[in-house]
């Protein structure tokens, strides 16, 4: 690739700042264009020279490591691959970003604690970032890890009217030298930029291959024969044309906003030739005030999410669109505008708070057993022909209550089924038989006297409830509901609090990440797989000398859906069929010798 024309501030295109380090020569008109001192200059050049500062480790709660950057020429380390390594994705690719550095010199940030003692701590930021505009530093952090800190340190960590974070002290020292602070968080990342990212990883990393001019003729003479084509129609004429296809979406020669749809589901992938094309082929498509957007009705009231925020429509005119947003927030979209936002999936409707009833609804049904749904889907086909015949009495008084809890049921909730599901989870009494009283004394010592370090067990801890019984007069509990109290806390919060976080997990009850991220096994095969390392109960011996050379060892690759690595048969352990990759050299042919050793 060759740098682009120079521009009239920099010497250089603001494109070819996204894609390549700046020289010394372009790194002074940079500064000069942002209006930065001489010591800051003198800063920055300093840490683009220095080494990182610390060095990021791998905890039972974060997956580190190191990224090959092709921008900056040097491998760039992140501490989680769910938060910065998504952050370095998108500065990789980001044409506002001209450098990025990881780990800088640690600075020095001075705040007060809730008490108000002036405190000063060193603090090393993720990254320092050099943009077309602006540099600074970031710290990245995930979303519930900020919530956290904000209740711990809400001096140094505090959230905005706008719903994003903030860190002071990190302001207040980067603004002595006219640069930024920003505290970013895992909520702000968009995941299908990410996903397309990793799809179009080895067409952005690697030296395209050469193809014949009639490849790129015919992919640029259909796109624009049919703007807004999908890419499974382009793909579906030659399939053959896939890399080339890909290449030139990734070298922005075919247009596709990478942020709005992901490229694994090509039948949603609009396609243009330019970003020019894409904003005319919108303005063609406009419509008349009072009309409806796919998927989203032009009437004011409607809630739509724009960029992560919510909004309302509180206006429609001929032109423009309206939106109010949270407080005083309001601005006004050209229509044409809105529908590509809607279009390219960046603006989306929102469903309407759910009502009382339909949170009872839900409420019941995920609160039924498999047993309870079965009864009820045999007394809704019971029923079911005199739902359809007001007139016709069922025959019966089951059936004829059955078919008055689902009318009463519809009124109630808009729907009847929840009236058939069985009420015999809540026949008798199910109320506390222990005072209220007794009850919290009993939790009192379970969290105060068991559930700490010191361990003690349940006899001594429940002697000392009964003596705090006795000194209050209070009914006390007998020792097998104490038990059964303990017993029913959660596992892994009484270990950890006995006996530590490292004790505790293997209690640490599993859950799934249920927010939209890349996929977890890839969207191409083998982008993702499990390597399956295996010792044989072969030993190797050197056929001259009888020096053993160690056991063999068989290594196999598999995709992660396979849920399993299949057993070795004994042809495989004997090593007689097949020569592995893992295996430094072939068992051909096989012998043993008097002692049974394999022998090459």
């Given at each position: 690739?060759?740098?682009?024309?120079?521009?009239?501030?920099?010497?250089?295109?603001?494109?070819?700042?996204?894609?390549?380090?700046?020289?010394?020569?372009?790194?002074?008109?940079?500064?000069?264009?942002?209006?930065?001192?001489?010591?800051?200059?003198?800063?920055?050049?300093?840490?683009?020279?220095?080494?990182?500062?610390?060095?990021?480790?791998?905890?039972?709660?974060?997956?580190?490591?190191?990224?090959?950057?092709?921008?900056?020429?040097?491998?760039?380390?992140?501490?989680?691959?769910?938060?910065?390594?998504?952050?370095?994705?998108?500065?990789?690719?980001?044409?506002?970003?001209?450098?990025?550095?990881?780990?800088?010199?640690?600075?020095?940030?001075?705040?007060?604690?809730?008490?108000?003692?002036?405190?000063?701590?060193l603090h090393t930021p993720d990254f320092f970032v050099l943009r077309t505009d602006s540099a600074g530093w970031e710290e990245w952090?995930?979303?519930?890890?900020?919530?956290?800190?904000?209740?711990?340190?809400?001096?140094?960590?505090?959230?905005?009217?706008?719903?994003?974070?903030?860190?002071?002290?990190?302001?207040?020292?980067?603004?002595?030298?006219?640069?930024?602070?920003?505290?970013?968080?895992?909520?702000?990342?968009?995941?299908?930029?990410?996903?397309?990212?990793?799809?179009?990883?080895?067409?952005?990393?690697?030296?395209?291959?050469?193809?014949?001019?009639?490849?790129?003729?015919?992919?640029?003479?259909?796109?624009?024969?049919?703007?807004?084509?999908?890419?499974?129609?382009?793909?579906?004429?030659?399939?053959?044309?896939?890399?080339?296809?890909?290449?030139?979406?990734?070298?922005?020669?075919?247009?596709?906003?990478?942020?709005?749809?992901?490229?694994?589901?090509?039948?949603?992938?609009?396609?243009?030739?330019?970003?020019?094309?894409?904003?005319?082929?919108?303005?063609?498509?406009?419509?008349?005030?009072?009309?409806?957007?796919?998927?989203?009705?032009?009437?004011?009231?409607?809630?739509?999410?724009?960029?992560?925020?919510?909004?309302?429509?509180?206006?429609?005119?001929?032109?423009?669109?309206?939106?109010?947003?949270?407080?005083?927030?309001?601005?006004?979209?050209?229509?044409?505008?809105?529908?590509?936002?809607?279009?390219?999936?960046?603006?989306?409707?929102?469903?309407?708070?759910?009502?009382q009833a339909q949170i009872t609804v839900t409420e019941r049904l995920r609160s039924a057993g498999p047993a309870e749904v079965r009864?009820?889907?045999?007394?809704?086909?019971?029923?079911?022909?005199?739902?359809?015949?007001?007139?016709?009495?069922?025959?019966?008084?089951?059936?004829?209550?059955?078919?008055?809890?689902?009318?009463?049921?519809?009124?109630?909730?808009?729907?009847?089924?929840?009236?058939?599901?069985?009420r015999t989870r809540h026949r008798g009494n199910r109320q506390a038989k222990l005072p209220e009283a007794t009850r919290a004394l009993?939790?009192?010592?379970?969290?105060?006297?068991?559930?700490?370090?010191?361990?003690?067990?349940?006899?001594?801890?429940?002697?000392?409830?009964?003596?705090?019984?006795?000194?209050?007069?209070?009914?006390?509990?007998?020792?097998?509901?104490?038990?059964?109290?303990?017993?029913?806390?959660?596992?892994?919060?009484?270990?950890?609090?006995?006996?530590?976080?490292?004790?505790?997990?293997?209690?640490?009850?599993?859950?799934?990440?249920?927010?939209?991220?890349?996929?977890?096994?890839?969207?191409?095969?083998?982008?993702?797989?499990?390597?399956?390392?295996?010792?044989?109960?072969?030993?190797?011996?050197?056929?001259?000398?009888?020096?053993?050379?160690?056991?063999?060892?068989?290594?196999?690759?598999?995709?992660?859906?396979?849920?399993?690595?299949?057993?070795?048969?004994?042809?495989?352990?004997?090593?007689?069929?097949?020569?592995?990759?893992?295996?430094?050299?072939?068992?051909?042919?096989?012998?043993?010798?008097?002692?049974?050793?394999?022998?090459?």
């Open positions: 690739m060759q740098r682009t024309c120079l521009c009239k501030l920099t010497g250089m295109s603001q494109q070819s700042w996204g894609l390549w380090m700046l020289d010394a020569h372009q790194f002074g008109d940079w500064c000069r264009q942002l209006g930065l001192s001489s010591q800051t200059e003198r800063m920055i050049q300093q840490i683009r020279a220095s080494p990182p500062a610390r060095h990021v480790r791998s905890g039972r709660g974060n997956v580190s490591g190191r990224y090959p950057s092709r921008k900056m020429g040097v491998t760039i380390q992140f501490e989680s691959h769910r938060n910065e390594l998504a952050a370095i994705y998108a500065m990789e690719h980001s044409r506002a970003v001209v450098e990025y550095w990881d780990q800088p010199p640690p600075i020095k940030l001075a705040y007060r604690t809730r008490v108000g003692r002036a405190i000063g701590v952090k995930l979303e519930d890890d900020l919530r956290r800190l904000a209740e711990r340190q809400p001096q140094r960590y505090c959230r905005t009217a706008e719903d994003t974070w903030r860190c002071p002290p990190g302001e207040a020292y980067a603004q002595a030298f006219g640069l930024s602070y920003q505290l970013r968080s895992s909520a702000e990342i968009n995941w299908v930029f990410q996903r397309n990212m990793l799809f179009l990883e080895d067409y952005l990393r690697a030296e395209p291959a050469p193809s014949p001019p009639a490849v790129a003729e015919t992919i640029q003479r259909m796109v624009a024969a049919q703007p807004g084509m999908t890419l499974q129609e382009l793909l579906h004429h030659d399939i053959s044309l896939a890399d080339a296809i890909y290449f030139w979406i990734a070298t922005e020669h075919v247009y596709v906003a990478l942020d709005a749809v992901p490229l694994a589901e090509p039948a949603r992938v609009p396609l243009f030739p330019d970003r020019d094309t894409a904003l005319a082929y919108a303005h063609v498509h406009e419509t008349v005030a009072g009309s409806s957007v796919p998927g989203i009705p032009l009437a004011c009231g409607v809630a739509v999410q724009w960029d992560g925020r919510a909004w309302t429509i509180g206006h429609v005119g001929e032109t423009t669109v309206g939106l109010r947003g949270e407080g005083s927030a309001w601005t006004e979209v050209p229509l044409q505008v809105f529908e590509m936002l809607v279009r390219q999936g960046k603006l989306t409707g929102l469903a309407p708070a759910p009502t009864e009820a889907n045999r007394r809704y086909e019971l029923i079911r022909p005199f739902l359809q015949e007001a007139t016709v009495t069922p025959p019966g008084r089951t059936a004829y209550r059955w078919l008055a809890r689902y009318r009463q049921a519809e009124r109630l909730y808009g729907t009847g089924y929840v009236g058939l599901l069985p009993m939790l009192h010592h379970i969290v105060q006297e068991y559930e700490t370090p010191t361990q003690k067990n349940k006899q001594s801890v429940y002697a000392a409830l009964l003596h705090a019984c006795a000194e209050r007069g209070v009914l006390a509990p007998s020792y097998k509901t104490f038990v059964r109290a303990v017993n029913t806390r959660s596992r892994y919060d009484q270990t950890r609090k006995r006996q530590g976080a490292r004790a505790a997990y293997v209690h640490e009850p599993f859950y799934a990440t249920l927010d939209l991220t890349t996929p977890r096994h890839g969207d191409r095969p083998f982008e993702i797989v499990h390597l399956d390392h295996t010792e044989l109960d072969i030993e190797l011996v050197c056929s001259r000398t009888g020096r053993p050379l160690g056991e063999l060892s068989y290594r196999r690759l598999f995709p992660p859906r396979a849920r399993g690595c299949p057993p070795l048969s004994a042809a495989e352990q004997s090593g007689v069929h097949a020569h592995h990759p893992g295996m430094r050299a072939p068992l051909w042919p096989p012998a043993a010798d008097a002692g049974g050793r394999w022998r090459t």
